[in-house]
């Protein structure tokens, strides 16, 4: 014998297209990851330079910043779109994880050297990644978890 527990909808967990928690996390861990990214190539000899469309060096605050306000727009975008669209969400993560993997050759075009390209590239490809990772659905997440289990 089963019993089922209704609820009513005045107090349902609303389902918001954009979970801004979830952005946040990683929009913050992409630009952790960055700064790590950008310390270790600092290091290691990278120039952190781009020639275009002017020669200068990429100051370690730009990387924060390239990475916290293309995530914010987009996903205030996707929020807006995703509330009258709810499938736009997921065209959206893996539209923002192939811009970012395919604009990771772009850096290769205006660095100074192959390092700094390089890394900078990887960086495009780590911005990618958490915003697909913050698009995706909680309980497809917890569902695979559960499933593996």
Known sequence: MSTTTT???STARTQWPVHSSRLAIAAGSAAVLNLIT???????GASMAVTAPTAQEIPALLTVIATLVPMAVAGLLTWIIACRRPGFRRFAAWAGLVFGVLTAA???ASSEDIPT???????HVIVGIAWFMALQS???TEQEGAASS
């Open 7 to 9: 609820t009513p909808a």
């Open 38 to 44: 950008y310390g270790i190539a600092s290091a290691s």
């Open 117 to 123: 390209g390089a890394v900078l590239g990887l960086m």
């Open 138 to 140: 909680p309980r497809a």
């Open 106 to 108: 772009s850096p290769m």
